[in-house]
């Protein structure tokens, strides 16, 4: 059965840098495209962006850019997020989250992980 | 883009049927069939209840049901149940060839 599988809670400072991973089993990993979704404490889903899992091409929302990074270990079917020059605002649970699509459109996610919780603090 | 809009709250009492509607525009809602519905527990990830509009994944309860006029989808839950309570979310692709989420609805069963 199709499972995606994250690293556990975060806390970080201020400043740090965090990567959160996403391991994919049940299916052939680079047939389907993953999304990243952020949701912030007591807020709704907001779409980060998109990594085109054969090419390993990713592509970020608005808002997403810069510090936010998205790639891949095909040999071990896991995608990663990372953050950079975190922020107290980037605290929010991420997920990974399967598009059913293929790898060249982005429009649903039926499979997602557990997530992610990522606290910065000082 | 802003998020599609979705009522902030619904609620119903067992047995009932609810209706949540998730508004958008000609560039997403109104111009694919590529719309979504989540329901989202509270601590939990969101579950894909709807699909290109009105298709439920396997073992979805047949008791949800979607569909769309115009630039508005919705979702139907009929015979509420407790366990329906929940937060819910739209989502559509988009002529930026993205995704959209709703601002979400949670749903009180009274």
């Known amino acids: 059965q199709v499972q995606l599988v994250q690293s556990g809670s975060e806390l970080k400072k201020p400043g740090a840098s965090v990567k959160v991973s996403c391991k994919a089993s049940g299916y052939t990993f680079t047939s389907y495209a993953m999304n990243w979704v952020r949701q912030a404490p007591g807020q709704g889903l907001e779409w980060m962006g998109w990594?085109?899992?054969?090419?390993?091409?990713?592509t970020y929302a608005q808002g997403f850019t810069g510090r936010f990074v998205f790639s891949l270990d095909t040999s071990v079917s896991t995608a990663y997020l990372q953050i950079s020059s975190l922020k107290a605002e980037d605290t929010a649970v991420y997920y990974c989250?399967?598009?059913?699509?293929?790898?060249?459109?982005?429009?649903?996610?039926?499979?997602w992980g557990q997530g992610t919780l990522v606290t910065v603090s000082s | 883009q802003s998020a599609l809009t979705q009522p902030a709250s619904v609620s119903g009492s067992p047995g009932q049927s609810i209706t949540i509607s998730c508004t958008g525009t000609s560039s997403d809602v109104g111009g694919y069939n590529y719309v979504s519905w989540y329901q989202q527990h509270p601590g939990k990830a969101p579950k894909l209840m709807i699909y290109e509009v009105s298709n439920r994944p396997s073992g979805v309860s047949n008791r949800f049901s979607g569909s769309k006029s115009g630039n508005t989808a919705s979702l139907t839950i009929s015979g509420l149940q407790a366990e329906d309570e929940a937060d819910y979310y739209c989502?559509?692709?988009?002529?930026?060839?993205?995704?959209?989420f709703g601002g979400g609805t949670k749903l009180t069963v009274l």
């Open positions: 990594i085109n899992t054969n090419t390993g091409n990713p």
């Open positions: 989250a399967r598009d059913p699509y293929g790898v060249d459109i982005v429009a649903t996610s039926d499979y």
């Open positions: 989502s559509s692709y988009t002529s930026s060839s993205t995704p959209l």
